[in-house]
């Protein structure tokens, strides 16, 4: 079945260490996106792929980093410099030809200790 | 700057009782519009959408939403609501380079 795999479902990190969660998608989607989600906050976006190795930042970058070499993979990098990194992390792709609706995955629950 | 309002953060609905889940957005452009779904700890599934045409819009699981281009709203609608539908609502609207603004979402609870 296509679909987008996060993995892992939970992670826990000790603070100062940088920590990379997993998205892969078989939808053969060219956009590829990462929110992150805190209650009340709704979806903030970190970074998006319209195509393979290029991307953007989003609203709430700093502190993040990502690649893109593969059309399916969008790993998302949460650094040290990131102040608050206990999140809930959502990945997302969508066709990418003009403003389509996003799939999401599962999402990863990241806790920093 | 593009937003997405939804102005009820809680709301709480007895089973088999109508909904009426409320959205507003600004954006400059014809809005490209999103109703997703998330149980908690899971992903967002799409309801609904809107691009263009009839400005009544039906989606999965019984839900309808209206799109008023006067009122910049696009409300989410169900006639009887299950205890299955017990979860948050999030509203988005597509802007230029192909992203979602979200909403902070709506937390719906059904009282049997």
């Known amino acids: 079945d296509g679909g987008i795999t996060q993995s892992p479902k939970y992670l826990f990190r000790k603070e100062g260490q940088n920590v990379t969660l997993s998205c892969e998608q078989n939808?053969?989607?060219?956009?590829m996106y990462w929110y992150r989600q805190d209650p009340g906050q709704g979806l903030r976006l970190i970074y998006y792929?319209?195509?393979?190795?290029?991307?953007q930042k989003g609203d709430i970058a700093e502190g993040y980093s990502v690649s893109r070499e593969k059309k399916e993979s969008f790993p998302l990098t949460v650094t040290s410099a990131q102040k608050n990194p206990t999140a809930f992390y959502l990945c997302?792709?969508?066709?990418?030809?003009?403003?389509?609706?996003?799939?999401f995955g599962q999402g990863t629950r990241l806790t920093v200790v | 700057a593009q937003s997405v309002t939804q102005p009820d953060i809680h709301i709480t609905v007895s089973e088999g009782a109508s909904l009426e889940l409320r959205c507003n957005y600004s954006?400059?452009?014809?809005?490209?519009l999103f109703w997703y779904v998330q149980s908690p700890g899971q992903g967002l599934q799409l309801l609904l959408k809107?691009?263009?045409?009839?400005?009544l819009v039906q989606g999965i699981k019984g839900f309808e939403a209206e799109f008023k281009r006067s009122q910049s709203s696009f409300n989410l609608r169900k006639p009887s609501v299950h205890w299955s539908d017990a979860a948050e609502y999030f509203c988005?609207?597509?802007?230029?380079?192909?992203?979602?603004?979200f909403g902070a979402g709506t937390i719906l609870r059904v009282k049997s």
């Open positions: 997302a792709s969508s066709m990418g030809s003009g403003v389509t609706e996003a799939f």
């Open positions: 939808l053969n989607h060219d956009a």
């Open positions: 792929s319209q195509i393979v190795n290029d991307f």
């Open positions: 954006y400059g452009a014809t809005p490209y």
């Open positions: 809107y691009f263009s045409g009839d400005t």
């Open positions: 988005a609207v597509g802007i230029y380079g192909n992203k979602l603004v």
